[in-house]
């Protein structure tokens, strides 16, 4: 019910803008959120909106280099990725859920019910 899209290889300093596109729910009134996995590595927290506030929440890591939206029509998230480095490399992974979660939940993996296949993004030195 989750797709995305948009990764790719691109030199450090650039950017990419990912998107996921939601079929068969709205999640108006939840969730939608990024995560990322390196090779090796455990998967992390990007970033997360919440659907009602409207409330964002961010890594230290991305703060100020990323950025979460969503369309009007409330089908697609997408990440907007600048000033990339090369440990922004990872299999990116969109999340969604539907119902609404505490502030302190909205960077937590498991608080998440639908995930993407991931997209690769690759950035290079």
């Known amino acids: 019910q989750l797709q995305a899209s948009g990764g790719g290889l691109v030199q450090a300093g650039g950017s990419l803008r990912l998107s996921c596109a939601a079929s068969?729910?709205?999640?108006?009134?939840?969730?939608m959120g990024w995560f990322r996995q390196a090779p090796g590595k455990e998967r992390e927290f990007v970033t997360s909106?919440?659907?009602?506030?409207?409330?964002?929440y961010y890594a230290d890591s991305v703060k100020g280099r990323f950025t979460i939206s969503r369309d009007n029509a409330k089908t697609t998230m997408y990440l907007q990725m600048n000033r990339l480095k090369p440990e922004d490399t990872a299999v990116y992974y969109c999340?969604?859920?539907?119902?609404?979660?505490?502030?302190?939940?909205?960077?937590?993996?498991?608080?998440?019910?639908?995930w993407g296949q991931g997209t690769q993004v690759t950035v290079s030195s």
């Open positions: 999340a969604a859920r539907d119902r609404r979660i505490v502030a302190s939940a909205m960077k937590q993996a498991e608080s998440f019910d639908y």
């Open positions: 068969g729910r709205s999640f108006n009134s939840g969730a």
């Open positions: 909106l919440d659907a009602w506030t409207r409330a964002t």
